[in-house]
């Protein structure tokens, strides 16, 4: 659990804040992803580190029932009032950290995680607990942010994570994410990649940053626009700068 402590204080620290990020609130990529997911009436959804439960909700007029389950205890008392507020009633939110998630095997239709692999360190245990609750003939499902191809470009990016949000573990790269899904005997049923634009600071401000840290960060990103490679991830459109970045989204089917 200590491992994870840096998560649960980020975490706990920024659950007020995290809603108001424009990111997780995104009907359009959450109604994306439970069409690539085909959820239907019949589903008992399993939403890992669902966060203050955007999508957990979200799905929840699509399926069955959906849990949702996230180690941070402020990120569920979030998604606890929002479940209340939406008047929602097939959707339950626990506290459990998922590398050990406390349910039987077999148990749900879909296992999905959304924008959270990268803050895990042990990540193959958690997509093996993934595997192990979802059923045969279940459907399994990761999107997350992906690695850049180029190494310095990416030795870069997961500085610049880093710095604007602690809990960042590693961006895995699509053969890692390929590799969970084969190591557990998951067949690939789809696999979509696609480019978000992040606004950059919209981005650092979905973290509670110090005003020395927001220096840094300003610091490191205007020395770092120098390199074409990197000036060549970012676009600026209407006086704003837009990060692009690499998701990737991969479904299979328990055997
Ligand atoms: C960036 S948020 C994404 C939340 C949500 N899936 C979404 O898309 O809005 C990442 C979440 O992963 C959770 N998390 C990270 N490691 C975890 C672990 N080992 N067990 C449970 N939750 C974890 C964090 O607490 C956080 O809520």
């Known amino acids: 659990m200590n491992e994870n402590k840096l998560i649960i204080e980020q975490f706990n620290k920024g659950a007020l804040n995290f809603d108001s990020w424009s990111v997780t609130q995104n009907e359009k990529e959450m109604k994306s992803l439970s069409e690539f997911c085909e959820l239907n009436k019949k589903d008992v959804l399993l939403d890992v580190a669902c966060g203050t439960g955007a999508f957990s909700l979200f799905s929840s007029s699509r399926v069955n029932s959906v849990t949702g389950i996230d180690i941070s205890e402020g990120m569920i008392e979030v998604a606890s009032e929002n479940k209340i507020n939406k008047k929602i009633e097939n959707v339950k939110f626990l506290c459990q950290n998922v590398e050990d998630i406390e349910m039987d095997n077999d148990l749900f239709s879909v296992v999905i995680s959304k924008s959270a692999f990268h803050h ?120 704003r700068l837009l990060w692009k970045r690499k998701v990737c989204t991969i479904i299979g089917y328990k055997r």
Request: with cysteine.
């Open 120 to 239: 895990m360190k042990n990540y193959k245990k958690v997509f093996a607990e993934m595997a192990r609750c979802c059923q045969p003939g279940g459907r399994i499902c990761i999107q997350d942010i992906m690695a850049y191809e180029n190494d310095k470009v990416n030795d870069y990016f997961e500085y610049m994570e880093a710095l604007i949000d602690k809990s960042h573990y590693k961006t895995y790269s699509k053969r890692e994410f390929f590799n969970l899904f084969k190591d557990n005997n998951i067949k690939i049923s789809g696999i979509f990649e696609s480019e978000s634009q992040l606004d950059f600071h919209d981005y650092v401000e979905h973290v509670v940053q110090s005003k020395s840290n927001k220096g840094k960060i300003a610091l490191f990103l205007m020395q770092a626009l120098k390199n074409p490679d990197i000036a060549s991830c970012f676009i600026e459109r209407e006086g």
